[in-house]
């Protein structure tokens, strides 16, 4: 039923932008020439203010159901489909106590993982979130592929943590006994004082009352309680930056939104349970299990030759991270994304329009050139920006991902890669791996062995200031698994320039690639602790890089890493800090005159440390330490790993650059420079507010990226017998269209199936058989019949079309009969 429900709301929630019907111009860049993001908390404010025309798009997401209907009732509002947002319960697991003494029992792993039935997923997602959210288990979505290519473990592993209080209550009662606490008139105690758990629950959505839920269970097994409501910008300093050792809280209820729709998950292990991707205090305490910490690092460098292989890493993996559970993951939600109907814009179908880099260029009001548009946010301006390790908040990405360029720009709907930058790429993998390409613009090509030359870089020298080349490292030689030749446009120097007037340089390039690995070595004099983890899971698949040539540019990329897609199988310097933003060589350079001498950091784990401000290019108390050491850098021409880069850069550039900078402070007053569509004219942290312009001198045209009309999320239906007979054959058929029409067999990838009995076991499974346009069938044979159980048995389908990233879901449910 939840399936079918998830179905009847993907269809009544499809819509999309289309600006491919608007006239040719040549305009360039953004067909607006402002946007005004705000800050508006409440979803239920938010859409008074769009019907009222004071807003024009509520760039969050929501589950809200009278909101819901609100919108779909009103006829001058749309909205978006959003599959990509879900809630967790996140833990702080350090102990057994904090530095004031206080005994943490959450430490305790076996506590920690049986909360995970302590909790109804069912009752959350039905009756907090109204039916706009179904069950998650696991840091799987289960629209995306890889929860269909591990479907049984999955459904396995959410039978095992099924609701189950009597479980969840023996098992706390065992451990809390064996910790040495005692139950005095039902509630624990530790050394005669009573164990207080504080529950920090974010106020502004479904979470607060998520939270309330989540304290009452807790509650009924012996836990004093006390729930703390927080908004995002409130809570982050306390559970995400605070030291966890300080014990301001034990539990915080958390929210996540994909950006894009992925094809492959399996990073995403390293980010929830390792040290190795967040830099912030609470994910650097984290002390996973080794096998779970070996086998995160081996999914995200693509330690696998088989997809068999990787199945059994996922499957284990997976398993592991209940029995770890520093979090438990609660409901993925079925969001939508509000706007007045005549506003056009991309949004992604994981992310939303604050997901996709693709939503400034294609923004609009109907048919109008130019004019205001104003989008409301939930939260503006949380945390610092910086291209580094700055946020990485949804709500600051919004404005971020308007202001660089990429070399590469992501398919709203699928996920996958299209050139932007980038004219086209060679790749080479080692023969025997599972990749297949889908685009032209990509040539595919395998090996049985893969020689990295000698003179690529192997790895960065803190000390002498220097690569070192692949010779030096292995003179024995090394191999790779993946060879990707990097072609960008012969036109790149001339057409990308930075806000600030500067042309794009190969120090753009240069600088941030020595960065990624010189910040996380103990002797670089600017070395960060927080990315030492992260270094470490570079220097182990990276093999070398060997500029050919620097104009046009064009290099080619070692890697024992590999994607199962030939398209993602790229390696873009020009933009290598995009998960945070992108600065140009010499605004990155003046932060790091500032965080050499302990005036600001670009961590926020480093920032504590040295008691330093948290480097914020945007606004704030950043500012005048960057301007400060940017008069140093105009007096000394300073550049830094001097050494290197003085080879590819002249006096006269440097100079230039930091001119450019100058005046940019002084006209603009702050250090946000990009190379995007559009450009920060101010962020106003006080007043909440985020005021961006097109950038005139942008090169693309506004209309490149007209072809993403709307997502063909498949529509499903599932018909046969109700009655089967043990040992007879069963035919099934499942029927997926899009609007009607039926879906071609040539976009489906693949329809998986699963009969699950009525213990919710699964009890088969395989693939179903493509009949014409729009029919598949299941068939079940009769050895297959015969093995089933006499009762009530259901048979789930998935189906994976090629032309979205995400699954769509059908069941019927049919009695087998003796």
Request: aromatic share 12%.
């Amino acid at each position: 039923m939840k399936r079918k429900l998830i179905v009847a709301l993907s269809l009544l929630l499809v819509c999309a932008f289309s600006v491919g019907a608007l006239a040719a111009t040549d305009r360039k860049g953004t067909w607006v020439d402002e946007v005004i993001i705000v800050e508006e908390s409440s979803i239920n404010t938010a859409i008074s203010r769009l019907q009222a025309g004071d807003i024009d798009v509520w760039a969050s997401t929501s589950s809200d159901v009278t909101a819901f209907n609100t919108v779909v009732n009103d006829p001058n509002l749309d909205y978006f489909q959003v599959f990509g947002s879900y809630t967790e319960i996140t833990f702080n697991p350090v102990g057994p106590f904090f530095n004031d003494g206080r005994f943490n029992p959450l430490h305790n792993m076996k506590i920690r993982e049986a909360t995970n039935i302590l909790i109804d997923r069912d009752y959350i997602a039905q009756e907090i979130y109204g039916g706009l959210a179904v069950p998650k288990y696991t840091l799987l979505n289960s629209s995306f592929a890889d929860y269909a290519r591990v479907v049984e473990k999955a459904r396995e592993l959410e039978l095992r943590y099924a609701p189950d209080f009597e479980a969840a209550k023996a098992t706390i009662h065992a451990e809390m006994i064996a910790m040495g606490a005692e139950l005095v008139n039902g509630v624990w105690h530790y050394e005669g004082q009573p164990v207080e758990l504080k529950v920090l629950a974010r106020s502004e959505d479904e979470r607060k009352a998520l939270g309330e839920y989540f304290a009452e269970q807790l509650e009924k097994v012996g836990f004093a309680t006390t729930v703390e409501y927080r908004t995002g910008a409130e809570a982050s300093p306390i559970w995400l930056m605070g030291d966890p050792w300080e014990g301001q809280w034990h539990v915080y209820t958390g929210g996540w939104s994909a950006p894009v729709v992925y094809r492959d998950q399996g990073h995403i292990f390293n980010q929830m349970y390792t040290r190795r991707t967040m830099t912030q205090p609470l994910f650097q305490a984290l002390e996973p299990i080794p096998e779970l910490d070996e086998l995160s690092d081996k999914l995200y460098r693509k330690e696998f030759t088989t997809m068999a292989e990787r199945k059994a890493l996922y499957e284990r993996a997976l398993e592991l991270a209940f029995l770890d559970s520093p979090r438990i993951f609660v409901v993925d939600q079925v969001s939508f994304l509000p706007r007045r109907a005549e506003i056009a814009v991309a949004s992604d179908l994981a992310g939303g329009v604050s997901g996709t880099g693709l939503w400034p260029s294609t923004l609009r009001r109907g048919n109008e050139i130019g004019g205001t548009i104003t989008f409301g946010s939930q939260q503006v301006l949380v945390e610092p920006w910086n291209p580094v390790a700055g946020s990485n908040w949804t709500f600051d990405q919004l404005p971020i991902r308007a202001t660089f360029d990429r070399g590469f720009m992501t398919n709203p709907f699928t996920g996958n890669y299209h050139p932007h930058r980038i004219e086209r790429m060679e790749v080479t993998v080692e023969a025997g791996l599972p990749v297949s390409k889908s685009m032209d613009w990509v040539d595919l090509s395998f090996e049985d062995e893969i020689v990295v030359p000698g003179d690529a870089w192997a790895e960065w020298d803190p000390v002498e200031q220097r690569f070192i080349t692949v010779a030096e490292k292995w003179p024995e030689g090394i191999t790779a698994k993946r060879k990707s030749v990097m072609f960008y446009r012969e036109d790149l120097y001339d057409t990308v320039k930075w806000h600030d007037g500067s042309k794009w340089h190969i120090v753009d390039a240069l600088l941030p690639f020595i960065m990624s690995f010189d910040q996380g070595m103990e002797d670089s004099p600017f070395y960060d602790p927080a990315a030492a983890a992260s270094l470490q899971t570079l220097l182990a698949a990276f093999r070398g890089l060997k500029i050919l040539s620097i104009d046009p540019f064009i290099y080619e990329y070692y890697t024992e890493s590999w994607s199962l897609d030939a398209e993602q199988n790229l390696s873009d310097i020009f933009a290598v800090m995009y998960n945070y933003g992108k600065a140009p060589w010499h605004t990155l350079s003046i932060g790091l005159l500032a965080e050499l001498n302990g005036e600001l950091a670009f961590s926020a784990s480093k920032a504590n440390t040295l008691d330093a401000e948290w480097l914020g290019y945007q606004s704030g108390p950043s500012l005048p330490i960057l301007d400060k050491w940017l008069d140093y850098a105009i007096e000394n021409n300073y550049i830094p790993y001097a050494d290197f880069l003085k080879d590819y850069i002249t006096e006269e550039e440097i100079a230039a650059r930091y001119a450019n900078a100058k005046k940019w402070y002084q006209e603009k007053g702050h250090f946000w420079i990009g190379d995007g569509p559009m450009y920060l004219e101010r962020a106003y942290p006080v007043e909440k507010m985020v005021h961006l312009k097109r950038f005139e001198d942008y090169s693309e045209p506004a209309d490149k990226w007209s072809m993403f009309d709307e997502p063909r999320v498949a529509e499903v239906e599932v018909n046969g017998p109700s009655r089967v007979r043990a040992g007879a054959e069963a035919v099934f058929e499942v029927a997926i269209s899009f609007k009607g029409e039926p879906y071609a067999i040539e976009h489906i990838q693949e329809v998986k199936f699963l009969v699950l009995d009525a213990a919710g076991n699964v009890a088969l499974s395989g693939v179903g058989e493509g009949v014409v346009d729009g029919l598949f069938q299941v068939v079940l044979t009769p050895e297959q019949t015969a093995s089933l159980p006499v009762g009530s048995n259901t048979l789930d389908v998935i189906v994976l079309p090629t032309l979205v990233g995400g699954a769509t879901f059908g069941s019927h449910t049919f009695v087998t009969l003796p």
